[in-house]
C-alpha cells in the first residue's frame, strides 16, 4: 500500500501549527495584499480550491471564494450533505481524490479530528474555516484588523468577553503568537478549555492568559473588547438556556466604561444586538467591526498564497 502520509506541514488547522515569524508574514503579506487586491491575479490561474462546508457560513465561504477569484482561481464550493465525509466515505479516500484535483482543501465543520484526518490524506494544504474547537483563519485577519487600528501588536491587552467557543480558544493562541495579553470572562461552566492556555503558554511563556467570571475585571486596561454568539453553531438546543446564563456577559456602555478610552470593540459576526453586544456599542464600533470583516477577505488570500506557495 502506498503511503500517502503526508510529512510536510504547510496546513492551517490550528493556529498552533505556525510560528509567530509565520503569523508575521502573513499579516505583511495581507497588507500587501489589501492595498493592491489585483497584484497576483494570476497566483492561482487554472487552479482549483475546494472549499467544504458543513456548518453555514456568510463571510468565510464569501471571502475564500471572491479571494481566490481575485487570484484568478476557480473556487468549488461543495456542502458537506453533497459528500458526507466519514458516510459516503472515508475521509483517505476524499483526502487523496480532491488531492489529484485542487490546490488547497479548505473545510467548516464540526470536528476538529475530522479536518487533523483529512489532512493526513491530502497532499495539499488543508485549512480550518472553523470546527468546533478553533476558527484560526478568523484570528490572522483579527490580528490584522487590530494591527490597523494600533499599528502594532505587542503589550495590547485583549478581553474575550462571552462563551469560551471554538473562537476564544482561537483567540487565545493568536493573542500568543502576537504577544498580546488576553482576559476571558466566561461564566464558569463556560471557559475555554486549559488546554489552550498549555499551548499558549508553549509558544509564548511571557503572555498572560487570565481566565475570569467578572466581565469587569477582564474589560479593565483592554484595548480591544471582543465578543463572540452565545450560542454557536451546533448549540441551537441550548438557546434558551445560554440566554439566561450569558445575561451579565453583554458588551454594553457600561463595560466598555473599564477598558482604555481608546478601546474598539470587536466581533467576528453574525452578532445577535440585545444579546452578546448592546445595539448602541454595536452602532458605535460598525466601522471597526465591518472594516474586521472586510479583512477577512485580505487575510484569507495571504493565507493561501502562504501555504500553497509555489506548488500552486
Ligand atoms: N465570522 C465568520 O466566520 O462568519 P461566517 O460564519 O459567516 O463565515
Ligand atoms: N462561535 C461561532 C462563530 C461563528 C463565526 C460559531 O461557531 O457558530
Known amino acids: 500500500m502506498i503511503d500517502m502520509t503526508k510529512t510536510k506541514n504547510n496546513n492551517l488547522i490550528s493556529l498552533a501549527d505556525i510560528s509567530s515569524n509565520t503569523l508575521k508574514q502573513i499579516l505583511d503579506l495581507t497588507e500587501k495584499l489589501k492595498a493592491k487586491p489585483f497584484a497576483k491575479s494570476s497566483f492561482l490561474k487554472n487552479k482549483s480550491i475546494a472549499l467544504i462546508f458543513a456548518k453555514p457560513s456568510l463571510r468565510t465561504r464569501v471571502s475564500f471564494e471572491v479571494g481566490i477569484n481575485q487570484f484568478g482561481g476557480k473556487p468549488i464550493t461543495i456542502k458537506m450533505d453533497e459528500i458526507s465525509v466519514g458516510i459516503r466515505e472515508n475521509v483517505e479516500d476524499i483526502g487523496n481524490v480532491l488531492s489529484k484535483y485542487v490546490s488547497a482543501i479548505v473545510i467548516r465543520t464540526f470536528e476538529q479530528k475530522q479536518i487533523e484526518e483529512l489532512s ?29 487600528f494600533f499599528k502594532t501588536l505587542p503589550g495590547l491587552k485583549l478581553a474575550y468577553i462571552g462563551d469560551g467557543n471554538n473562537v476564544a480558544n482561537s483567540l487565545i493562541l493568536g493573542c500568543a503568537l502576537a504577544n498580546m495579553d488576553i482576559s476571558i470572562a466566561s ?27 467578572n466581565p469587569k475585571l477582564a474589560a479593565k486596561n483592554a484595548s480591544v473588547l471582543y465578543t463572540d454568539v452565545w450560542t454557536s453553531m451546533g ?42 453586544i448592546s445595539a448602541k456599542v454595536f452602532d458605535r464600533f460598525s466601522e471597526a467591526i465591518y472594516q474586521q470583516a472586510e479583512n477577512r477577505l485580505h487575510a484569507q488570500k495571504a493565507i493561501l498564497m502562504k501555504l500553497i506557495g509555489t506548488h500552486a
Not at 480550518?128 to 483579527?142: F, G, K, Y
Open 120 to 148: 493526513k490524506f491530502s497532499s495539499v494544504p488543508v485549512v480550518n474555516a472553523l470546527s468546533n474547537d478553533e476558527h484560526p483563519c478568523q484570528i490572522i485577519s483579527d490580528l490584522f484588523t487590530i494591527k490597523e
Open 187 to 213: 461564566p464558569k461552566n463556560y471557559l475555554p478549555s486549559k488546554h489552550y492556555v498549555e499551548i499558549a503558554k508553549k509558544i509564548n511563556p511571557k503572555v498572560k492568559v487570565e481566565f475570569t467570571s
Open 235 to 276: 448549540q441551537e438546543k441550548e438557546f434558551k438556556k445560554r440566554i439566561k446564563i450569558f445575561k451579565p456577559y453583554q458588551i454594553n456602555d457600561e463595560l466598555l466604561s473599564y477598558a482604555n478610552k481608546k478601546a474598539i470593540v470587536l466581533h467576528c459576526l453574525p452578532a445577535h444586538k440585545g444579546q452578546e
